[in-house]
């Protein structure tokens, strides 16, 4: 009660100031490289979730890397996409086949109300490279609105991002839903 | 009683079209799981999906939920998931191992593989002087009337008449021979991953696609376009495109005016065979070694044989659609009047070079995984069917394409030339139906 008090007849600027000052301390969950990448990895993932459900696909394709692969394996116990069933398993060509058809005039699954609301947290940088390179865990959980109907899709990502000049790029995305193994009322036209 | 509800089903189907309730009403479809579905030669599994003894699989047969298991004995058993005490499903989960021996949750009451009775918990105290014990058959789980495989293709029956599998699959049993023959080994292993895709439809709806020709420059006409836009690109690129691209793009360079071009034949019992059109016989590095790997086990002219079976798609009536160049089979579960699963397997041919397998897989993946861009379109149609078909602005499904120019011959009905887009074998598929229906008086 005292130091409020205390604090009271001190400027507003300062009573801020001091509040803070404990976080600099370096804490025991604190990376090496600590807010900078886990600020910049959760900027990414934010983006990435507004490029989703704004329906932005090519901008979506451009934040993968040339040899970047979109992956969600049917099965959480998975280690790799290369001769394995899945789900998505997708390169950049691949992904703008998805795109085209969804833009295509006839692609009439794409003619009903449709939307998406991805939510992303639970964001640990799980490594960082000298090069910059990140790998970074998160839990997502995605609405979807088709006509009348919502379905939600929830689960863990896992990204390899490269960096870049221009910022991240996914080398790959792993996508492992906790429903990946439920039957699938419909499909899933896009990415999650 | 229910059938006093119903008003003589054979009024329901001529031969060139189909009143809508067939599709729509709920006592029609009760009739159904009882005069066709829990009748029938209902595919159950592969048998290499059970590969220990105790391993299971759940399979839904009509409205009976029945588990697929390997005995000691090494024999796949089909049986009831029922325990014959209180009625409890014995397996809970889609698959497992029962381990030794089935072991119900609610008494422990256990049952050997075959579902024989094993033990009750103090059955001497218990039961003494009832009518259940051990020697009573009530006190099994109680198996499928008829189990049987065709290379390795597990079917059960859940009654005790009608034609033994063999005859009951007739000609399509061609689509486990093709699949079979295709590996030097002659036989094929599962891959341990099902895909599940539920469609808002009548279970009809999707079998009578499986050989509609017509639709898929339709339908698919987006996704075709997509991917031969962006096969171009990779040609000229890199001067070649994976054949995946082709397997899409194909539903778009394949014409409308093209697909007169393909073939139906279609058999008693309502199964049907379309025709093969992707051309998946390149002359590639992988597909000429997997060639000489064939010519080594059966020698060149059975090699060939095998290569130049003519098949897109297999329909066994009433479900079980199979791809048997590519390996994969959907097997096709009524969940309701309007709601359909989907159980979407695929294999992988023993002996056979691995990038032979990675064309299934593609093809899988793509075409057949719940991210498909080819069965997006489908399902839309099929749910607008089945929603249309509760309008008054019409009382028939139209079947008429082509009609009255099939050819028949010895039963069998073939599509005449340049009649692929027939619909003979939505036609051969309502007269099974019928003839299942009509048949229990």
């Not at chain 1, 993932?45 to 993968?64: H, M, N, V």
């Not at chain 1, 899945?86 to 969804?102: G, P, S």
């Not at chain 2, 809508?20 to 066709?36: C, G, H, P, S």
């Not at chain 2, 696609?209 to 690109?233: C, F, K, Y």
């Amino acid at each position: 009660m005292a130091t409020k008090s205390k604090a009271k007849k001190k400027s507003p600027v300062k009573t801020v100031r001091r509040d803070r000052a404990p976080a600099r301390v370096k804490s025991a969950v604190q990376r090496p490289n600590g807010r900078d990448t886990q600020h910049a990895v959760e900027q990414f993932l934010y983006r990435q979730a507004e490029i989703l459900d704004g329906k932005r696909w090519q901008d979506y394709i451009d934040l993968f890397a040339e040899d970047g692969v979109y992956w969600m394996p049917p099965d959480p116990s998975h280690t790799t996409w290369d001769g394995m069933p899945a789900i998505f398993a997708e390169d950049r060509n691949l992904m703008t086949v998805r795109m085209k058809r969804v833009l295509h005039p006839d692609a009439w699954s794409q003619r009903p109300l449709w939307g998406t609301n991805h939510v992303v947290g639970n964001v640990v940088i799980e490594k960082e490279s000298p090069n910059g390179d990140v790998v970074a865990r998160s839990r997502f959980h995605m609405l979807e609105l088709r006509r009348d109907d919502i379905r939600h899709f929830a689960g863990r990502y896992v990204h390899h991002l490269r960096k870049t000049r221009d910022g991240f790029r996914i080398k790959l995305q792993r996508v492992d839903m906790t429903n990946a193994q439920a039957a699938y009322d419909y499909v899933l036209q896009v990415w999650v | 009683m229910l059938q006093e509800n119903v008003a003589d089903l054979s009024k329901y189907v001529e031969p060139d079209r189909v009143r809508r309730e067939v599709y729509t009403d709920a006592q029609i479809y009760e009739l159904e799981m009882q005069r066709i579905h829990e009748k029938v030669w209902i595919y159950c599994g592969h048998e290499s999906q059970v590969p220990q003894p105790g391993d299971y699989y759940t399979v839904q047969i009509g409205r009976q939920p029945m588990v697929m298991v390997r005995g000691k004995d090494r024999k796949v058993h089909v049986l009831y998931n029922r325990c014959p005490h209180r009625g409890n499903m014995i397996c809970g989960d889609r698959h497992g191992s029962a381990g030794e021996f089935f072991r119900c949750s609610y008494h422990a009451w256990t049952f050997h593989h075959d579902g024989k009775l094993r033990s009750i918990p103090m059955m001497d105290s218990g039961y003494q002087g009832t009518r259940w014990g051990r020697d009573n058959p009530d006190c099994n789980m109680k198996p499928a009337a008829r189990v049987a495989a065709y290379r390795g293709f597990v079917f059960a029956s859940l009654v005790a008449d009608g034609p033994d599998l063999v005859e009951f699959l007739g000609r399509s049993k061609i689509a486990f021979d093709d699949i079979c023959d295709r590996s030097p080994e002659g036989e094929v292993e599962v891959v341990p991953n099902c895909f599940r895709v539920v469609q808002r439809s009548n279970w009809k709806i999707f079998l009578e696609n499986q050989l509609d020709a017509l639709h898929p420059s339709v339908t698919h006409q987006s996704t075709g376009r997509a991917a031969r836009e962006v096969e171009i690109e990779i040609e000229k690129r890199t001067g070649h495109a994976p054949l995946s691209y082709h397997m899409l793009s194909a539903f778009a360079t394949v014409t409308i005016d093209k697909w007169d071009a393909f073939q139906t034949l279609n058999y008693p019992y309502g199964h049907c065979i379309l025709t093969g059109y992707m051309g998946l016989r390149p002359k590639d590095p992988d597909t000429l070694e997997y060639e000489r790997v064939l010519a080594k086990a059966y020698g060149e002219k059975r090699k060939e044989e095998i290569l130049s079976t003519n098949i897109h798609h297999v329909l066994i009536y009433p479900g079980l659609s199979v791809q048997s160049p590519l390996q994969q089979l959907r097997a096709v579960r009524p969940l309701g009047v309007d709601k359909t699963l989907t159980e979407i397997w695929h294999f992988r041919l023993k002996g056979a070079p691995e990038p032979i397998y990675r064309r299934a897989l593609a093809y899988y993946n793509l075409v057949n995984s719940p991210s498909t861009m080819i069965n997006a379109d489908d399902l839309e149609n099929f749910w607008k069917c089945h929603s249309g078909l509760a309008s008054n602005g019409g009382d028939w499904v139209s079947f008429h394409r082509h009609y009255g120019r099939d050819l028949e011959k010895g039963g069998v009905v073939e599509t005449g030339p340049n009649m692929g887009t027939s619909e003979a074998p939505m036609r051969n598929q309502m007269k099974a139906w019928a003839q299942y229906m009509t048949a229990e008086k």
